[in-house]
Nanobody, 129 residues
Framework: QVRLVESGGGSVQAGGSLRLSCVAF????????MAWFRQVPGKEREGVAA??????????YYTASVKGRFTISQDSAKNTLYLQMNALKPDDTAMYYC????????????????????WGQGTQVTVSS
């Protein structure tokens, strides 16, 4: 019954901001990763940002193209993940997906698709120039 539900997408002009939200339902792990991915038709899904949640958690990870512009955060009490996106560019246009890992799987990257087991249905972000 694990469900991830994204919201907050929309259409904005370049330089604008959006905040995406992801609410997790039925998730019982206390230490895990959550992340935001994005995908454009014809391209592979790209890891945007990730955060380690739970005991010893708090570390964040970003793909180079969004550093300084995007911020990932979470509210444990609300089981909600956020992605604050500022200074948006047309290249940020994509379907954005929320993801959660099954525990803490090993791996060299927190932004690898195969690290995650649960996915939301996506929320579209469109940035016009």
């Amino acid at each position: 019954q694990v469900r991830l539900v994204e919201s907050g997408g929309g259409s904005v002009q370049a330089g604008g901001s959006l905040r995406l939200s992801c609410v997790a339902f039925g998730y019982s792990y206390t230490t895990y990763y959550m992340a935001w991915f994005r995908q454009v038709p014809g391209k592979e899904r790209e890891g945007v940002a990730a955060i380690h949640i739970g005991v010893g958690g708090g570390a964040t990870y970003y793909t180079a193209s969004v550093k300084g512009r995007f911020t990932i955060s979470q509210d444990s009490a609300k089981n909600t993940l956020y992605l604050q996106m500022n200074a948006l560019k047309p290249d940020d246009t994509a379907m954005y997906y929320c993801a959660a890992s099954l525990g803490v799987p090993p791996g060299p990257s927190e932004l690898a698709v195969d690290k995650y087991n649960y996915w939301g249905q996506g929320t579209q972000v469109t940035v016009s120039s």
